[in-house]
């Protein structure tokens, strides 16, 4: 099946495009910059797109792709999405909708966005029927962006399916200071 990784050189990223590689995937890797490809982790990839993701031109190359299933990894990790609000807007909230609406374009079977165990308050994790309200814009902007998802999953169709991660497996297959 031909997928769509956004992040695609990141933490997760990089290892989802490895497993699935060797599962017999057509790995489309949507990375921002190019990677340092010294790992052997560019055999994996049959095909790159570089560029920022919020520009037409990245947008267009996506469409011209056509995959089946788009893991969306994009996202400002917790430290920087606390320094400013449009950048957390644009990369945390803006880009996962522009993804979305690519996502019924070229009618995916898959969306699978990649969220964060901050989006949930940790005192209403366990409860039922509680309004879920983060504690810092990190979480928030994860909170809103699983409701755009959900939100286009209930009325366009688009098959979304949203995960919170909690911890991460391994090292980085990349050594990025």
């Given at each position: 099946?031909?997928i769509?990784?956004?992040?695609a ?10 497993f699935l ?20 982790w560019s055999d994996?990839?049959?095909?790159f ?6 520009l037409?031109?990245t947008?267009?190359?996506i469409?011209e ?10 996202s ?8 400013g ?8 909230i803006?880009?996962?909708w522009?993804?979305l609406?690519?996502?019924?374009k070229?009618?995916?079977?898959q ?5 964060s165990?901050h989006?949930?308050n940790?005192e209403?994790k366990?409860?039922?029927d509680?309004?879920?309200?983060p504690?810092n814009f ?7 962006r699983?409701n755009?998802c959900?939100y286009?999953?209930?009325n366009?169709?688009l ?14 297959v990349?050594?990025?200071?």
């Open positions: 099946m031909k769509l990784i956004t992040g050189n990141g933490y997760l990223g990089s290892r989802l495009c490895q590689s060797d599962k017999g995937h057509f790995i489309i890797a949507a990375c921002k910059i190019k990677p340092d490809f010294k790992t052997g994996k990839i049959d095909q797109i570089l560029g920022d993701l919020s037409s031109k947008k267009n190359k469409l792709t056509k995959p089946k299933v788009l893991i969306h990894l994009v400002l990790n917790k430290s920087d999405s606390e320094k609000i449009n950048k957390t807007l644009r990369n945390n803006k880009i996962t522009e993804m609406e690519i996502g019924i070229l009618n995916i079977k969306f699978i966005n990649f969220s165990v989006a949930e940790e209403t366990f409860k039922r509680v309004v879920t309200s504690k990190y979480g928030l902007s994860h909170f809103i699983e755009i959900n286009y999953n209930q366009y169709g098959n979304c399916l949203n995960i919170r991660l909690s911890n991460s497996y391994g090292e980085p990349f050594n990025i200071s």
